[in-house]
């Protein structure tokens, strides 16, 4: 167990682990979707395999990655829920003491939408932005946010696929370093499709 929480404990893993859940990907199309260099993510995906999370086959030169058989699904839905518990339990303590989340619910981004004077980023793969996205949304992959040139009349707000895809953390952080108007919409893409407030 203390293995498996060991190789978990790694943001990069857990973003390769999450695209794996959309199903079988190359090192290539990983590193592009996550914003992580090729190197690094055939390293993580080789600690992975090693700890049974992941396995692999062979498609002509390309190997792919997949979840490993068995209860990862599980294990991953169960990590999920107690992060959302946890985030719940903070947020719960960040109203009493700032007044409100530093995230926008899906309701405050719907308002801001209609008000117009923001930019409003989708920072994951142009692959996944193509599959479906928020309307007006542009999408500058995380990877790309570096050479982007942003307008200073607009209030940024990024997203990416839902409340626990830390591309959107990393791409606030990042913002937030350049002195951008910057927030972040949590719930992502997902939310968004769904829904839920």
Aim: charged fraction near 30%.
């Amino acid at each position: 167990m203390s293995e498996i929480a060991n190789m978990l404990g790694n943001e990069s893993r857990l973003i390769l682990l999450q695209l794996l859940a959309e199903g079988e990907k190359s090192v290539e199309t990983l590193s592009e979707e996550s914003g992580i260099p090729v190197a690094n993510t055939s390293q993580h995906l080789q600690a992975l395999k090693k700890a049974n999370l992941v396995i692999t086959r062979r498609d002509g030169k390309r190997i792919l990655y997949r979840w490993e058989l068995g209860p990862m699904k599980e294990l991953f839905l169960a990590l999920e829920k107690f992060a959302i518990y946890s985030t719940a339990q903070d947020d719960h303590s960040n109203l009493k003491s700032k007044g409100r989340n530093s995230d926008l619910s899906t309701s405050e981004l719907q308002k801001k939408m209609k008000k117009g004077g923001i930019l409003l980023i989708d920072v994951r793969s142009k692959e996944e932005y193509k599959k479906g996205h928020i309307p007006e949304a542009v999408n500058i992959p995380y990877n790309e946010l570096e050479t982007y040139k942003f307008p200073k009349n607009k209030e940024l707000i990024v997203y990416c696929r839902g409340p626990l895809c830390l591309l959107s953390v990393n791409a606030l952080n990042f913002l937030k370093a350049r002195e951008l108007s910057v927030t972040r919409y949590g719930g992502g893409y997902r939310n968004w499709e769904s829904g839920d407030i």
